[in-house]
Nanobody, 118 residues
């Protein structure tokens, strides 16, 4: 049983930076693949960045070079560092955890709003 708690969202100006955090109540590292998704109003949910227990990462083309996903094993936390933010990045960002062996076990955070605007 895993519960995800997200934080770090807010209002930021274009070109600014923001760091999102996702803390798990249960053990994550070594058992779950983690990812950040986002959904803007009227648009479909999309994968922003993903990380597996081995440390491999992948990013959507739209954020590659600007966003960085990382994990802190000691704190059971994954981060999304967002730099050079654009208005197009405005969305609700969700943390996701998928069990590596039992893929039906999937957990989502409540989401955190990121707004990039002047």
């Amino acid at each position: 049983q895993v519960q995800l708690v997200e934080s770090g969202g807010g209002l930021v100006q274009p070109g600014g930076s923001l760091r999102l955090s996702c803390t798990a109540s249960g053990r994550i590292f070594g058992f779950y693949n983690m990812g950040w998704y986002r959904q803007a109003p009227g648009k479909q949910r999309e994968l922003v960045a993903g990380i597996i227990s081995g440390g491999s990462t992948n990013y959507a083309d739209s954020v590659k070079g600007r966003f960085t996903i990382s994990g802190d094993n000691a704190k059971d936390t994954v981060y999304l560092q967002m730099n050079s933010l654009k208005p197009e990045d405005t969305a609700v960002y969700y943390c996701n955890a998928n069990h590596k062996m039992i893929r039906s076990l999937s957990y989502w955070g409540q989401g955190t709003q990121v707004t990039v605007s002047s």
